[in-house]
């Protein structure tokens, strides 16, 4: 079993920068990958950006491409997402999620990852 926990959300303004953390229990950590969810109000949750077991690949919504940068430290069994250039439409509850088949890559939908963190708020003021 996984357990995911993030941190690092908050109020920033437009322009401005934050780092979400996702800190995951379990052992297999550096065999799955690993993904950024995001759900506005009113919504439906979507992908924003995954990275692959080893950190070899990375994939972004075409929304946040150039702007979001996600990574993973497999020694402490954390992945970032580093947000920068942020606008108020990046306003949304962002949840970690991890894709527990092991050494697969490439899901963007969530019910293709199967264990979520409580997710963390971020809201952008213009």
């Known amino acids: 079993q996984v357990q995911l926990v993030e941190s690092g959300g908050g109020l920033v303004q437009a322009g401005g920068s934050l780092r979400l953390s996702c800190a995951a229990s379990?052992?297999?950590?550096?065999?799955?990958?690993m993904g950024w969810f995001r759900q506005a109000p009113g919504k439906e949750r979507e992908f924003v950006a995954s990275i692959s077991w080893s950190g070899g690949n990375t994939g972004y919504a075409d929304s946040v491409k150039g702007r979001f940068t996600i990574s993973r430290d497999n020694t402490k069994n954390t992945v970032y997402l580093q947000m920068n250039s942020l606008k108020p439409e990046d306003t949304a509850v962002y949840y970690c999620a991890a894709d527990s088949v092991r050494y697969r890559w490439g899901k963007r939908l969530a019910p293709e990852y199967d264990h979520w963190g409580q997710g963390t708020q971020v809201t952008v003021s213009s």
């Open positions: 379990g052992r297999t950590f550096s065999s799955y990958t």
